[in-house]
C-alpha cells in the first residue's frame, strides 16, 4: 500500500501498534520513525545513537491507549524508553 521512506540505512527492527494504527521502525541510522499506517505519513523522527546494533523495540501500553510509548533494546545492553509526541 505504501513505501516508506526515511531511513538511509538498513531497518533492523519493527512494531505495529496495539491498535494497528501506527508502525514503528528503527534502522542503522540512529532513526526511530513513527508512521502513520492509515495514510503513510511519518508522525515522528527520534535521532538517537545507541552503541551496537538495535535487537528489539516494542510499543508499552502505560496509559491504555496503546500507542504513546516505546521502547527498543540495543547490544549493548541499553534500554530506550520514549513518548510519542
Known amino acids: 500500500k505504501y513505501t516508506l521512506t526515511r531511513h538511509t540505512k538498513a531497518v533492523n527492527v519493527l512494531a505495529v501498534s496495539m ?3 501506527l508502525l514503528l521502525t528503527r534502522g ?3 532513526r526511530t520513525v513513527v ?3 492509515a ?3 511519518m508522525i515522528q523522527e527520534i535521532f538517537a545513537l545507541a552503541s551496537g546494533f538495535i535487537s528489539a523495540i516494542t510499543w508499552m501500553d502505560v496509559d491504555d491507549q496503546g500507542e504513546t510509548t ?3 533494546g540495543a547490544l549493548d545492553g541499553n534500554i530506550q524508553v520514549y513518548e510519542q509526541i
Open 19 to 21: 491498535h494497528g494504527a
Open 35 to 37: 508512521w502513520s499506517l
Open 28 to 30: 542503522n541510522d540512529n
Open 39 to 41: 495514510s503513510g505519513e
Open 70 to 72: 516505546f521502547a527498543f
